[in-house]
């Protein structure tokens, strides 16, 4: 009884914890979404142009003091979360060392700041993006499972960044608030996750050998973690640099900012959540409760991603002049392009998190990150100069096949290409039918609604018809949650 009663704690544990993970990965992206149609009609698409651009260039310098904390630390908190004197002695020896490679890059900084003259002014302000990386230990709380502590303050600062735009950003001359707001938003909220750090960890003695085992695993982190630089954030530097046109770097902001959006709120925060379960379940060896947890995500994940892939493609026309104003037109087509990689990068997101990591084979996955960034760099090089941010989109989009190719072949089973067939080909039909419709009510009604109202109709009846198919089809992810409402409801009346 005692078992049954601690099992049905962990998984609405597990529950709460996806909830509220999602919420908080939303938060920090949703926070310059919700500003996003007032940013790009004050700032226009040169003054977000010149944010992209500039942010782009300390990305590099914020990774490189991070190194590969973020996933290792995650990690190894949760392989040790049992062993609260064990976790906390880890918890300081890296976080010892998040300092000393943050000061060394803020030393870098200054001196790249100093002989940049062009946009001197907004990287001097950029600087706070790396010292957030002293006081960021979201990773802490994510390998044991205490979100909350990660998400209380921190919302509180996320939304006064919100408010503080709206009340400050007046003008297209307001760029440097706008990237102030943005980088002491992040500031403040990283800081305050300290204020529940008592309750978490206990005081240690430090070992300086220590800390250099953990330097040299976290570079094995490191590793994919600037190689997804590379094809996240090289392409809006390589923009800047090649086009030299902040205009055409500000659409392609808008475009990706969208598409990084819609990746957290349909797998980012299920698979943050269940990778330190999944290293929990690997580290216990219980392999039966880590295959169900991993066909249940997967399941949730592409219904989740498949559905929102045909549903930008649909509404993207109608959408982007009604969210970003004028001046955005070529976002559309970037969307077009991009809008695959909701789908595709998820799949070897949720077998790095679920499998790779888990099962300490990241040497193994870094490989193909590796791969797929050196192939992205060249097909930037080539395909930029003669297609502008169409060609960084394109280049993306392979670059990513191609890591996901190779994550699944080389998986070990864990998901095979017959699978994912087998579980996709329904997903991908409901997609197709909700497509057809969404198409045809903007062709039929276009020249007769205002836009607001197509666009409301398209949502609407598209999310019908894609749920609706997948129903007559007895698709596993419609079942997954029809049970899991089931279950609830049960608890309640229990």
């Known amino acids: 009884m005692k078992d049954n009663n601690l099992a049905n704690s962990k998984q609405s544990s597990l529950k709460g914890n996806i909830i509220l993970n999602t919420f908080y990965e939303l938060l920090v992206v949703i926070a310059p979404f919700v500003t996003t149609p007032y ?101 802490l709380y994510s390998g044991l499972e205490k979100y909350k502590y990660s998400i209380s303050i921190n919302s509180i600062f996320r939304i006064i960044g919100i408010i503080c735009i709206f009340l400050f950003v007046n003008d297209a001359n307001d760029v440097e608030i706008y990237v102030f707001i943005q980088c002491s938003t992040t500031l403040f909220g990283n800081i305050s996750m300290w204020i529940f750090l008592p309750k978490v960890v206990s005081r240690v003695k430090i070992e300086v050998k220590s800390i250099i085992f953990h330097f040299k695993n976290t570079l094995i982190y490191f590793v994919p973690t600037i190689a997804t630089t590379i094809y996240m954030v090289m392409d809006k530097t390589m923009i800047g640099l090649i086009v030299n046109d902040t205009s055409v770097s500000g659409c392609y902001e808008q475009a990706t900012k969208i598409i990084r959006i819609i990746e957290i709120a349909t797998f980012s925060g299920f698979n943050g959540v269940t990778g330190s379960r999944a290293s929990y379940l690997v580290a216990k060896n219980e392999q039966n409760k880590f295959n169900v947890l991993f066909s249940k995500n997967f399941h949730i994940m592409s219904f989740l991603t498949i559905g929102a892939f045909f549903g930008l493609i649909c509404v993207a026309n109608t959408f982007i002049p009604l969210f970003l104003g004028d001046g955005y037109e070529s976002t559309i087509y970037l969307i077009y392009i991009l809008a695959p990689l909701i789908f595709i990068m998820s799949i070897s997101n949720i077998l790095d998190r679920l499998y790779y990591i888990p099962n300490s084979k990241r040497r193994q996955s870094n490989k193909y990150l590796i791969i797929g960034s050196i192939i992205n760099f060249v097909l930037n090089l080539c395909l930029i100069p003669v297609l502008s941010s169409y060609g960084a989109a394109l280049s993306s989009v392979i670059s990513e096949v191609i890591i996901a190719f190779l994550y699944v072949k080389f998986s070990n089973n864990t998901l095979n290409f017959k699978n994912l067939f087998i579980i996709l080909w329904k997903k991908f039909f409901a997609g197709l039918v909700m497509f057809v419709i969404c198409l045809g009510i903007n062709i039929v009604l276009k020249n007769h609604l205002e836009s607001y109202w197509i666009l409301s109709l398209q949502i609407i009846s598209g999310f019908v018809a894609y749920v609706f198919v997948l129903f007559l089809l007895r698709d596993e992810s419609i079942n997954i949650v029809l049970n899991t409402i089931k279950n609830k409801i049960k608890n309640k009346k229990v």
């Not at 992209?52 to 590099?60: D, L, Q, R």
């Not at 914020?62 to 002695?89: F, V």
């Not at 300092?99 to 100093?114: D, K, M, N, P, Q």
């Open 39 to 139: 940013v790009s009609r004050i700032l226009t698409s040169s003054g977000v142009g010149i944010y992209s651009y500039t942010k782009s260039i300390v990305t590099y310098f914020t990774i490189l003091a991070a190194l590969g904390t973020i996933t290792y630390g995650k990690n190894i908190i949760a392989k040790h979360r049992d062993e609260k004197r064990q976790y906390s002695k880890i918890f300081w020896e890296i976080e010892l060392l998040s300092i000393i490679t943050s000061t060394i890059c803020l030393s870098i900084w200054a001196v790249v700041v100093f002989f940049y003259s062009e946009y001197q002014i907004y990287l001097l302000i950029l600087s706070l993006n790396i010292v957030s990386v002293i006081f960021d230990i979201s990773w």
